[in-house]
Every structure is written in structure tokens, then in C-alpha cells.
């Protein structure tokens, strides 16, 4: 889909057509033992095969067909699978006529020969990170890495995560990268110095960046090796050749103000730069200054991840910025940071310009109602094909709920929603579970735990998405529902248990601590308040107030 026209018949979630069943494959291995050895046009023209011959060159051209169609969908892995379907009927075509036109492989006196084997696609990705998290050595690097060394090999992305390069591995393994460089176009080297002190670290990390200085990657992952200024300077080599990287992964990597002033200065284009993702971080204010700078000049950018990074205001309001310039961002995650209020406003304003948003990650910004209330409006008026939005930890009430439910209302295509950890009470429950009930959208999660609800706005949440077809999961653990009114949840959940979430951590005698209550009730009282609110909630629209 092209990313600047955001198509609004797009269904989240749809039937996946790929893999086919164990079942199907062998159905039609049986299919093509037929069509080798039975009469038809072709095997009239070119001759038939017996049944045992048939039956394993079958077999064979099933494998061929599956690995290539395979092969085919891990580069579309958003498609529903049906040009896989397409690709894996061509081949079993193709390759039928192929044995058909060789004919049978007999000896004189009618013994069978071995079938020569259906040649299937080349290898592309060499993975060694399967299996446990270890060091390697000089021996067992020069064993495993042999494939890379074998003429003509087709990889074109190699991940190295999980396994600990010494010096001795890292010299073993420079000159395969060197012949490779080449041809390749995804390099993961995540995880690949754990446990080595900082001097060899460092060592092993220069090894690389000059055994893969000049290679035109697409995808880069540095991430979980504690990098620091020092680690991003030691990549230095193989970051200033990258003048096209479309993805770029730089999580838990100790990324501190001057580790992004230093990513900033050594790529020298980010142009074509899709994928862009910090996480779990020490960037701070000026770190983010320098992000920003990255992100200011990626206008191709799709997917933005800066969270868990300690940026403050300051921070926030310059990436805030720069992100108004990114008009093809599909997903935004600045979760985990201490934005505020101000940079909450800001970032509202940039949200106005992203039409393609499908996924918004904006929880424990410290956000309040009035940031809460511009990032709704916004949403509301942009990002039709909205699937995801958490806005967690917000310390958002009621005042906040009117706008969200608003927006959550104008979304079709919403399947996530989570406001966990907020103070939407009764009244903000009950506006989010009307919006809920009333829109068209596909809601599979809702998570509105630790929200000071009681029965009254919890059976207004229960209500809206437990006939919900496609609904996974209610969460409203941690509220104060009464012990009457979670007999009348669980209740409501008979039919699909799964549905509604744990309620461990419910309190039905928790305090609210509003100082605008006249009337803190329990027992009775309380729940005869609560029926006579939940009575009048039938006619209650999104846009009223309470």
C-alpha cells in the first residue's frame, strides 16, 4: 500500500491464506503423483512416470514449490498470502513440466533410478542465534560461519545476536564479512559482545564496522550492546558508508546525549530512512535535540520508537517538531518519558499531519487532560486507519474521557485500547464504554485497569464489547467493583470466561479520596446508587455530560 494514501476498506485483521495445512500439501502431493503418472495431454507428448517414480519426484516438487512461496511471503508478512497461494501453484506447475519434459529415470532392465533431486531456492538468511546465549571462540566461529564461505551463496542478511564475539571470532569472521559486503542487505548484530570487557568489546566492534565499511545495507541492528559514545564511534567506518539505510535499531544501548550527537554526526543521509527505533535509553534532553535532528531529516519515516529514553520537555517538544515533518508515520511509540503538558500541546499539533497513523504509543507521558484532550482532537481528525492507541498512566479523568471517546468513537478500524492506570472513575468509564458500544471499529482489547471504577461504570464497559465478535480481552483489574457487582461481571462473561481479565487486584472497598464527593457509601447504599446510575445509562450519548 503506498504509504502517503491510506486505504480506509483495509481490515485490520484478515484470513491468512499462507502457510497451507499439513493436510492441503499432502493433497497435493497426491494431486501432482496423478498428474505424473496418469494420461493427459502432457504425458502423452512427453511420456508418463510410474507410481513410485511420481510419487517421489511429487514430493520433491511440493518442497521446492512451499520453500519458494515461503521465501515469498516472509518479504510481504502484511499480505493476507494469497500471491504465496499464487507463487506455490505456478512452481508445482512449472516444475511438473520439468520432469515430464526429462522423462523417466529407468536402467534397461526397468529398475528405478534415483530421481534427481528438484533443486529448491538459495538460502538468504544465515541465523546464529538460535539456541543458548554463549561466547565463540576462534574454532567454533571458523566451523560456523562456514556457509558464508561456500562460492555463489545467496545471503543477503545475517544475524549474529545471542552469540558473544571474542577478538579471536571477530578475526575469523572479518574477512567472510569482507567478501560479503557486497551482496548484503541486512546485517543484525544485536546482543554480539555480551560479557566482554570494554577494551575487547570495543576491539571486536572496530573489527566489524571495517569488514562491513561500504556495504549498501537496508536494515541495521546495533541494539543491547551498551554502545555508549564510545561503541557508536567504534561502528563509525560502517555508519558513515550508509547513505541508505531504511531501518536503523538502537535499543538498550546506553544511547546517552552524547551517543546520539555522535549517531547524528556519522550517518551521513537518512533519506530513505523507515524505521528509526531508540528504546530503554539514557538520552535525556539533549539527546533528544539530536534525535530530532536525525528525524528532521527522515521524511520516509513510518515507524519511530523513543521510549523509555528520560526525555523531558525540552526534549520532547523538539522531537515533537521534527515528527511534523514525517507525513508518512504509521506507528509512534514515546511511551515511558516525562513529556508534560506543554510538549503534550505540541505534540498534538504534529499529529494533525500524519493521515497514515495505525499504531500511537503515548502512555506515562504525564500527559494530563489538557494534553489529553488536544492529542484526541487530533487523532480524531486525522488517522482514519487507526488500530492501536495507549495513553496509560496519564493521570487523565473524566474531563479527558469526553474528547478520547469521541475520537475512539470516529475510529473503524481500533482493536487496542488501553487507559490503564489513569483516574476516569465512573464517569469517565462510562463515557469510554459508550463510545465503545457505539462505534463500528473491531475492538479485540480494552485495558481500563486502575481507574478508581466501581460497578457502575464497570458493567458499562462489560456490556459494550462482551458481544463483540471478534473481542479478546476486557481488563479491569485493580478498580473497586463491588463483590456483588463481580458475580454480575463474571456472570455476564459465562458464556467466553476468556473475555474478561483477572480481577486479583480488585479492592470493593477502595477509597476514591475525590475531595468533591458528598458521599463516600459502602455496602447497600453504595450499591443502590450504583444500580440507580446504571439505570439511566441506556439513553446516556458520548457527547453528554453527566
Not at 555480551?194 to 546495533?222: C, H, K, P, Q, Y
Amino acid at each position: 500500500m503506498d504509504a502517503t494514501t491510506p486505504n480506509s476498506e483495509r481490515r485490520p485483521f484478515s484470513i491468512k491464506l499462507w502457510p497451507p495445512s499439513q493436510n492441503t500439501r499432502l493433497m497435493l502431493v497426491e494431486r501432482i503423483t496423478n498428474n505424473l503418472s496418469s494420461q493427459s495431454l502432457f504425458t502423452q507428448k512427453y511420456g508418463s512416470l510410474n507410481k513410485e517414480e511420481a510419487g517421489e519426484n511429487a514430493k520433491e516438487i511440493e518442497d521446492a514449490a512451499f520453500a519458494s512461496a515461503s521465501e515469498h511471503y516472509e518479504k510481504e508478512p502484511d499480505g493476507d498470502g494469497s500471491s504465496a497461494v499464487q507463487l506455490y501453484a505456478k512452481e508445482c506447475s512449472r516444475l511438473i513440466l520439468e520432469v515430464l519434459k526429462r522423462g523417466p529415470r529407468t536402467k534397461e532392465n526397468g529398475e528405478l533410478l534415483k530421481a534427481e533431486k528438484i533443486p529448491g531456492p538459495h538460502e538468504t538468511f544465515f541465523d546464529i542465534s538460535k539456541g543458548p546465549r554463549t561466547f565463540i571462540e576462534a574454532e567454533e566461529a571458523q566451523e560456523l560461519l562456514s556457509p558464508l564461505k561456500e562460492p555463489g551463496n545467496s545471503y543477503t542478511k545475517i544475524c549474529f545476536s545471542n552469540r558473544s564475539f571474542g577478538l579471536d571470532a571477530a578475526r575469523i569472521a572479518e574477512p567472510i564479512l569482507h567478501s560479503l559486503k557486497g551482496q548484503l542487505q541486512e546485517v543484525d548484530l544485536s546482543d554480539f559482545i555480551a560479557g566482554r570487557s570494554e577494551e575487547e568489546a570495543l576491539n571486536v566492534m572496530n573489527i566489524f564496522s571495517a569488514a562491513l565499511e561500504g556495504s549498501l545495507l537496508r536494515s541495521l541492528d546495533l541494539s543491547d550492546n551498551a554502545l555508549g559514545e564510545k561503541g557508536v564511534r567504534a561502528f563509525g567506518k560502517l555508519l558513515k558508508s550508509q547513505s541508505s539505510l531504511e531501518e536503523l535499531y538502537l535499543l538498550n544501548d546506553g544511547i546517552s546525549e552524547e551517543a546520539a550527537r555522535a549517531v547524528c554526526e556519522l550517518i551521513p543521509s537518512t533519506e530513505k530512512l523507515r524505521v528509526l527505533q531508540f528504546h530503554n535509553n539514557m538520552t535525556g534532553d539533549e539527546g533528544a535535540v539530536a534525535i530530532s535532528e536525525i528525524v528532521k531529516h527522515s521524511p520516509l519515516l513510518e515507524d519511530f520508537r523513543c521510549s523509555s529514553t528520560r526525555v523531558g520537555s525540552t526534549g520532547a517538544i523538539a522531537l515533537s517538531e521534527a515528527l511534523g515533518k514525517c507525513a508518512h508515520l504509521k506507528k509512534l511509540d514515546l511511551r515511558d518519558n516525562m513529556f508534560g503538558v506543554e510538549a503534550g500541546l505540541v505534540l498534538s499539533k504534529a499529529l494533525l499531519n500524519h493521515a497514515n497513523l495505525n499504531e500511537v504509543y503515548l502512555s506515562y507521558l504525564n500527559l494530563e487532560d489538557e494534553a489529553t484532550i488536544a492529542i484526541a482532537n487530533a487523532l480524531k481528525d486525522s488517522a482514519p486507519s487507526l488500530e492501536v492507541l495507549e495513553m496509560a498512566g496519564n493521570d487523565i479523568t473524566a474531563d479527558g474521557a469526553l474528547s478520547l471517546a469521541e475520537c475512539i468513537a470516529a475510529k473503524k478500524f481500533l482493536t487496542k485500547l488501553n487507559l490503564a492506570e489513569n483516574e476516569l472513575k465512573d464517569g469517565g468509564a462510562i463515557r469510554i464504554g459508550k463510545a465503545v458500544e457505539e462505534s463500528q471499529g473491531q475492538l479485540m482489547e480494552v485495558d481500563m485497569s486502575n481507574n478508581l471504577i466501581r460497578w457502575a461504570g464497570a458493567r458499562v464497559l462489560a456490556q459494550a464489547v462482551v458481544e463483540k465478535p471478534e473481542f479478546k480481552l476486557l481488563n479491569l483489574d485493580g478498580n473497586f467493583i463491588s463483590e456483588e457487582g463481580i458475580d454480575e461481571l463474571k456472570g455476564m462473561f459465562k458464556a467466553s470466561p476468556d473475555l474478561l481479565g483477572s480481577l486479583d487486584d480488585n479492592d470493593p472497598d477502595g477509597e476514591e479520596n475525590d475531595e468533591d464527593d458528598d458521599e463516600k457509601n459502602s455496602g447497600d447504599e453504595d450499591e443502590g446508587d450504583e444500580d440507580e446510575l446504571g439505570s439511566k445509562l441506556k439513553n446516556l450519548d458520548v457527547n453528554s455530560e453527566e
